[in-house]
């Protein structure tokens, strides 16, 4: 039987490729893993804690946001929308871009609330 964890993120990272409209190549190139690792990710959710992190990191989201609840595409396409717009994240120094994704987790975690009184 496969952990809760490990199904949502399984689902957050294919609602997160479908938001994007990518192909898993595109995807596993995205996110710097072989496309054989990712799409083993996909399926069952099953990765090391070092490749969570990885993924957490490029993407801009934490681990627990990408673990704790099955984000909806509609959802990753608000917070995509923030983040691409945010062509200064990259140039800030690791401890602002990790305020920045402290910002973005909550809210991920409006968005996740106002979902659930709908």
């Not at 490729?17 to 083993?40: D, H, I, M, V, Y």
């Not at 946001?65 to 800030?92: C, H, M, P």
Request: no cysteine; proline share 3%; glycine share 4%.
């Amino acid at each position: 039987m496969i952990p809760q964890k490990h199904k949502n993120l399984a689902n957050s990272l294919n609602n997160l490729r479908k938001a994007r409209g990518l192909s898993l190549s595109e995807f596993s190139k995205e996110l710097g893993l072989p496309k054989s690792t990712l799409q083993s990710i996909l399926e069952d959710g099953q990765t090391t804690l070092n490749t969570a992190i990885r993924i957490s990191e490029r993407l801009g989201i934490p681990v627990d946001a990408l673990t704790s609840e099955t984000l909806s595409v509609t959802q990753f396409k608000i917070l995509d929308g923030l983040i691409l717009r945010l062509n200064w994240y990259d140039q800030l120094p690791s401890h602002k871009q990790e305020a920045v994704r402290d910002h973005m987790y909550a809210l991920i975690q409006l968005i996740q609330e106002s979902q659930s009184a709908d």
